[in-house]
């Protein structure tokens, strides 16, 4: 039978649609995964996902990846995906490791909560993910999606994204 971490191991392969180096799981996004054999002996894999905004487009692609992905072990014959909003995503949920590969993206990961900064300071700018410099500064707080925001490092003279934290 299919095993809770063989099913958790196959949604580190779904990339988020919009930062293809990062996954559903190093976002966080993965809350719940249910792995169940039916009295037919058919694996039923429920897999809960909390997104990183409710009208995010991208949610029916996640959809479509998941149970692809899923459908592909041996085992397993339905998949169940539920975006779930309890508990609500929160960007101290991203992963160590989704922080580095969204920084080797071209993205400044968000601040941890455990930094104890606003939500979204105007003030203080990330660091820039190409050179590390902390000389830069927001350019317009609306990035290519409603996550992100856009930075222009005054070290290395590149314009970054920056990912809001929530």
């Given at each position: ?46 897999v ?51 922080r ?37 500064h ?29």
């Open positions: 039978m299919v095993s809770e971490a063989a099913v958790w191991a196959a949604l580190a392969d779904v990339k988020d649609p919009e930062i293809p180096p990062v996954s559903i799981v190093d976002m966080g996004m993965v809350h719940r995964v249910l792995v169940q054999r039916g009295d037919t002996g058919i694996v039923r894999v429920r809960e996902i909390v997104p990183t905004f409710v009208g995010c487009p991208a949610l029916g692609i996640i959809r479509r990846d998941v149970v692809s992905r899923l459908r592909a072990l041996d085992g397993v014959g339905e998949v169940e995906v539920d975006f779930v909003l309890d508990p609500s995503w929160s960007s101290d949920r991203i992963t160590p490791e989704g580095e590969r969204l920084r080797s993206f071209g993205i400044a990961p968000p601040p941890c909560a455990s930094e104890a900064r606003p939500l979204i300071s105007l003030a203080e700018a990330p660091a820039c993910p190409y050179c590390g410099s902390l000389d830069t927001l350019e317009n707080l609306f990035g290519p999606t409603a996550c992100r925001s856009i930075y222009y490092c005054d070290g290395c003279h590149q314009p970054f994204e920056g990912m809001k934290a929530i």
